[in-house]
């Protein structure tokens, strides 16, 4: 087959051109420079007639494609929940493809679907968790999160399935929560005016009197509270709710508790971060993404149920056509997509390459570096430290007016060297610095932070 003779060919190119890259991404600007629509326009606006050469097909792309990518792999980007794809995460993916394995049932790929418990049975072990949570791998947290909304509705109204949901169901989470949370619950029909934004304290916490307090008023008026939502590792300020507390309030009030760990979970692989995990053993689900902060390449988001029992009884549909008497596990049974990528085989990969200790060693790193940083920052006259720095972010603003600081990320961001984000949290303005590429180095940061005090200081 000439597309194989091509395959072998060029494909060996492709390997060099990668680890080139990975190597120094530095090469490329850290946003993507160009306007909307600058890339669509500058495409053909109908699909070829006739096949390309790869050659050519990848001249394009290094012409037209790659001025339109914001780099998150170099070490300058800074922005967000930054993190980092990895050498054997990569390797892993041309093999997923390559096989193209659909794990829609247990028999189209028995591999796709018990490396898949293997593995999150692993990163149990290694974050502390219950062994005996059953997980499977979604695309997003956003997704994970819907699941897990879905799976607390039909436990508080077992007729969702049949009848449809009831009203007046309510969830709640705090005025902090990644918008996944409300989003799922939205599209689940609980109504937004049912979704409970619960205050947090000075520290960005959840505050379980709150809490309680909205669940009386909500039972006082008719209302059915049905699910709690706590987050460790916020997206703003990366705060940690108070999960023991709320997880008592959950028991004691009978509400499925879903812990969204999406980006710090990683960090509980240190054992002496191991904390911040206090109180999910208590949890009916969590979500956590290795593609945030476990060098695995977007998409991998883990979701881990106590009772899964209850996500069949939210999703298990079985037509004709998928019946199968082998006994193996068809994850089709707990969540919405039937096809599923082999997700399982990059996490195996980066797992194995770096084991355990080689994880926690990158992340370790990395929170050293920020906490550095945060000293340096709360050294700084001109700046304020604006939440402890308890992961790999730091929040800081510049004292002075929003404007100012507003001005300042502008200016940063305008430089053509760093990419870093901004968040409005209980009304001010912050900006942020995360750390989440293995190639950002104590180096980078120094430089940032005197691009800071400079363009500060003009
Ligand atoms: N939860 C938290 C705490 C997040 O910070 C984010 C994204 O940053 C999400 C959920 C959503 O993640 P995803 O993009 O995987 O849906």
Redesign the pocket.
Known sequence: MDELRDFRQFGHKLIDWVADYLESPQKYPVLSPVSPNEIADALPAVGPERGKPLDEIFADFQRVILPGITHWNHPNFLA??ANTSSPPAVLAELLAAALNANGILWKTSPAVTELEIVTLRWLLDWMGLPASWFGMILD????S?LHAIAAARVAAAPETRDAGAPGGLVLYTSDQA?S?VEKGAMALGFGRSNVRSIGSDAEFRMRPELLREAIDRDRAAGLRPCCVVA?V???STTSIDPVPAIAEIARRENLWLHI?A??AASAAILPEMRWILEGCEHADSFVF?PHKWLMVPVDC?VLYCRRPEVLRQAFSLVPEILKTSDGGLNMMDYGIPLGRRFRALKLWFVLRYYGREGVARVIRDQLAMVRELEKRIAASEGFEICAPALFSVVCFRLRGSDEANRALLDAVNGSGRFFISSTVVHGRLMLRIAVGNMLTSRATLDELWRTIERLSAA
């Open positions: 967000f929940f997003t947290a956003s997704t999160t990644h996944s987050t590792g916020t997206t969204d999406a980006y993404n988001s």
